[in-house]
């Protein structure tokens, strides 16, 4: 509890979080039981920085935090929300908002829960992450007691340079098959985790040594869980480091399905606190004054960007649409595709429970939408940004692909013994964006300290096949154009 918030205000805003709750409820919500917390705007930033109470320390996490409390000293943005996605769930409240906004708040937190809750892609994660990350936080200050705080430091910087290459459909594969070769093992204890992957490694390599003939391909198939390859294979990782390694892809595998869904969760979330709201002003829990307020804090929520997607905006609108459509068939609608009149509500239910951001935009994103939401391709001619592309289905199908692998190259594990001698051959599968060389030189250096021997990546610049390698003391590029 914060100490110079009146006790009248923590009840009047009690009253305000159990009146929206009633509400959200009312239209159908399903959320999880959800926690309010008061705190001021530095720990706000903090939680936010680390995106998940307790995670582990690293200078990457106080570069956000800097940079977010910054901007909001400086009046140039701020957060009015966290919410953790947990069972129960735990929202946090800056203690300067207005009782106001921080009713509006609650509301729009009310959507996220039940969008966590319901969601199909949320249900393999864990909701108890936040006691999850205490415990890896805690290992990870016994190896920097054990190891030294640099060492530690410089093994997660290359790690964490790389955690958005894994597979979350792993965890969907093996939900009913936790025998099979890529099976992810679930801890039951907090250390349980600690696999003996020495063991494991050794035991691969003397299968694949006793096959007759040429040597199978290793791996058989392109692997995509960059992580998990390390964890299994790297021929010189010591157990506290690939321990380190699994608490880096287990959390990246918490937070990959709120990437998945961005644009949905915060729409579903916009078009149920608007409704709330709403409500709460018909029935006078709020004042028409506060009612007006309200409505210039949902315009600036859903303020269009002239220089990327307002996730808020856009899924606002494609929820409010499908709703329209399916409350309004047209004949032909009624007839060919057997909508009845009046199931938008029952429609947009099925919406968010089933799909994620790609599936979301490429069917529900109409001509109509794309031309009301002014979505077009722009690109640069000298100072000036020109309009590129008008069709609509080619700006649909470009936001959509931006989306895939959520913005980042999308690289697999192609040899983990090319040239016969454990060095590490990836590949970059691309889709016309290409790689920044400098960046994927200083990342080969990393992935060179996790997997101890010479590391290749194949990609594509300027329109031809290049192999840029780095051997532990330099980078090189090379043609694999003949």
Known sequence: ?????????????????????????????????????????????????????????HWTHGKAFYRQKMQYDLGLSKIYEMVVNTNPSYAFLMDMNSLLQNTFVAAHVFGHTDFFKNNAYFQHTSRRMIDKASIHAERIAKYEFDHGKDEVERFLDAVLSIQEHID???LLQNEN????ENAVTTASTAYDDLWDFDDKAKKAEEEREKRPGKPVKFPEKPEKDLLLFLIRHAPSLEPWQRDVIEIV?????????????????EGWASIWHSRIMRELGNKEVISDSDTVEFAQLHSGVLTPSR?????????????????????????????RLGRKPGMG????????????DVSFLRNYLTEDLVKDLDLYLYKKEGDDWVIAEKNWQKVRDSIVSSMTNFGHPYLVV?????????????MHLFEGQELDLGYAEKTLQHVYIL??????????????HILMTYDGERNSKSSLEK
Request: a negative charge; aromatic letters at 14%; proline letters at 6%.
């Open 1 to 57: 509890m914060i100490d110079h918030v009146a006790t009248s205000d923590i009840e009047n805003l009690r009253d305000g979080i159990d009146a929206a709750w009633e509400e959200a409820r009312r239209f159908g919500l399903d959320p999880f039981p959800t926690h309010f917390e008061l705190v001021p705007a530095s720990i706000m930033y903090e939680f936010a920085s680390y995106s998940l109470p307790g995670r582990f320390s």
């Open 249 to 265: 892809r287990n959390e990246m595998l918490y937070f990959i399905p709120q990437m998945q869904t961005k644009v949905m969760n």
């Open 307 to 335: 220089t990327s997607l307002n996730p808020y905006y856009i899924g606002y609108k494609i929820f409010e649409d499908i709703e329209r459509r399916w409350d309004n068939p047209t004949r032909e609608e009624q007839d």
């Open 414 to 426: 192609d040899n983990g013994d090319y040239h016969g001698n454990r060095e590490l051959y990836l």
């Open 177 to 180: 098959t936790p025998e099979s």
């Open 345 to 356: 509500r029952q429609k947009i239910f099925e919406v968010r429970e089933l799909d994620n």
């Open 451 to 464: 997997w101890g021997r010479p590391v290749h990546l194949e990609t594509v610049f300027e329109g031809k």
């Open 168 to 170: 979350y459909n792993l």
